[in-house]
């Protein structure tokens, strides 16, 4: 069955950096978008980043210039580099691969950033 495992998580101070890593299993990873997408306590989930299987990225105005996607077609993973952390960046981050509306999502891994 597909699987997404997020790992990378935890809690960091305002201006630090975390790595998040999503390793899929079940699903053609190299011909998924990916994405990331994440949630605050009392809001709904929102949008942060996607790659397309052609490496084309998107991002959220939110995150624009503090976070990177990324992906590695021979580990079927994909990352968020997320630096400048700022405590409104405080939520649970899911990972998604979505291939013509077939859509798969990871269990989700908190992070909190401390002012």
């Known amino acids: 069955q597909v699987q997404l495992v997020e790992s990378g998580g935890g809690l960091v101070q305002a201006g630090g950096s975390l790595r998040l890593s999503c390793a899929a299993s079940?699903?053609?990873?190299?011909?998924?978008?990916m994405s990331w997408y994440r949630q605050a306590p009392g809001k709904q989930r929102e949008f942060v980043a996607a790659?397309?299987?052609?490496?084309?990225?998107n991002y959220a105005d939110s995150v624009k210039g503090r976070f990177t996607i990324s992906r590695d077609n021979a580990k079927n993973t994909v990352y968020l580099q997320m630096n400048s952390l700022k405590p409104e960046d405080t939520a649970v981050y899911y990972c998604?691969?979505?291939?013509?509306?077939?859509?798969?999502w990871g269990q989700g891994i908190q992070v909190t950033v401390s002012s």
């Open positions: 790659i397309t299987s052609g490496g084309y990225k």
């Open positions: 998604n691969a979505d291939r013509r509306g077939t859509s798969y």
């Open positions: 079940g699903i053609i990873f190299s011909i998924q978008t």
